[in-house]
């Protein structure tokens, strides 16, 4: 990894790398998904800038709902909800939480005329855990909901 000398050994080549005038690297990566091998080291991640980024406000993230999907900003608004309830939850059995990306596939399914707990159900419960016990908390969460 290349620090203020803008340079990178790589060891396989026994070559030196040196970043151009202007050249900067983005790099991009979810802290705590999957821990495991792939987490960064703390001396590697001190080498970057780090800018963190959370769910928008809920309002504003069921108008991206709405907007992505074309449902009414009261089906967004419930999405979100139930989102916020799953996000906040301490379940050990689940590895991601309810995306924004999962809401916009729910409503996308009630758009095409699938009811909301189902579509809650198959877009949302379904993609986040196997775990049964888990499937019927969160479908009583989409229940609650809808």
């Known amino acids: 990894m290349a620090d203020h000398r803008r340079e990178l050994f790589v060891d396989r080549h026994d070559e030196a790398l040196r970043a151009s005038e202007g050249f900067a690297l983005?790099?991009?990566?979810?802290?705590g998904y999957r821990r495991g091998p792939k987490d960064l080291k703390p001396s590697t991640r001190q080498r970057?800038?780090?800018?963190?980024?959370?769910?928008?406000?809920?309002?504003?993230?069921?108008?991206?709902?709405?907007?992505?999907?074309g449902t009414e900003a009261s089906v967004a608004k419930r999405l979100v909800t139930l989102a916020t309830k799953i996000r906040t939850l301490d379940v050990a059995g689940l590895a991601e939480t309810a995306s924004t990306r999962l809401l916009v596939a729910a409503a996308r399914l009630v758009m095409a005329g699938v009811p909301p707990r189902a579509a809650?159900?198959?877009?949302i419960v379904?993609?986040?855990?196997?775990?049964?016990a888990t499937i019927a908390a969160l479908g009583d969460l989409c229940d609650l909901a809808f």
């Open 120 to 123: 809650c159900r198959a877009a």
């Open 48 to 69: 970057f800038v780090a800018i963190g980024m959370h769910y928008p406000d809920p309002s504003i993230e069921a108008e991206i709902v709405a907007r992505e999907t």
């Open 26 to 31: 983005v790099a991009s990566f979810n802290p």
């Open 126 to 132: 379904e993609p986040l855990t196997d775990d049964a």
